[in-house]
């Protein structure tokens, strides 16, 4: 089974479409600050886009993916980045996301939060930016992490783009 949470009006084919308000007309209705009500490993993909910096309790929405999530499941997500203006501009929005705000899920990565509850491997990371700055995804993806230390401020990313393997 695959998920795409927080669907909102946009509905994907061969997913369960999940959103908290029926208004939108979802599959599920799913609360995503509250347990998932799905079975443990029976998720093979996950998809959320421009959801999770409206969830405050993010760390038990990680930890209760990775539960529903077989091994090897894809997690797919977007989000703004943090030095955008879209990052700050929605008051419903309650976090911010760098390049390395999804590494302490890695254990392989040396800011990994040492829980065993959550084992997820980074395997993209993108920056998008708006048509006009096009260019700017080739040449600052190339490292994004001295693009963050030096030039987000200068010429802001618009989105963030991950994706994580569970590994179980």
């Known amino acids: 089974m695959k998920l795409h949470l927080g669907c909102g009006r946009i509905k994907k084919t061969g997913y369960?479409?999940?959103?908290?308000?029926?208004?939108?007309?979802?599959?599920?209705i799913v609360d995503l600050e509250k347990k998932l009500p799905f079975k443990d490993d029976s998720i093979e993909e996950i998809i959320i886009e421009h959801c999770l910096e409206h969830i405050k309790s993010l760390y038990e929405l990680l930890s209760e993916m990775y539960r529903v999530c077989k091994n090897d499941a894809v997690v797919k997500i977007k989000v703004p980045y943090f030095?955008?203006?879209?990052?700050?501009?929605?008051?419903?929005?309650?976090?911010?996301?760098?390049?390395?705000?999804?590494?302490?899920?890695?254990s392989r990565s040396?800011?990994?939060y040492d829980s065993p509850a959550i084992d997820m491997r980074v395997i993209k990371k993108k920056l998008h930016w708006r048509k006009p700055f096009k260019l700017f995804e080739y040449?600052?993806?190339?490292?994004?992490?001295?693009?963050?230390?030096?030039?987000?401020?200068?010429?802001?990313a618009r989105e963030l783009e991950i994706e994580l393997r569970v590994v179980k």
Do not use: G
């Open 139 to 156: 040449i600052f993806n190339l490292n994004p992490r001295l693009y963050q230390e030096l030039f987000c401020w200068i010429f802001p």
């Open 16 to 28: 369960v479409n999940c959103d908290i308000s029926s208004e939108v007309n979802p599959d599920k």
């Open 110 to 112: 040396p800011i990994h």
């Open 83 to 106: 030095s955008s203006e879209s990052a700050f501009s929605t008051m419903t929005h309650v976090r911010f996301f760098t390049c390395t705000s999804f590494d302490f899920l890695d």
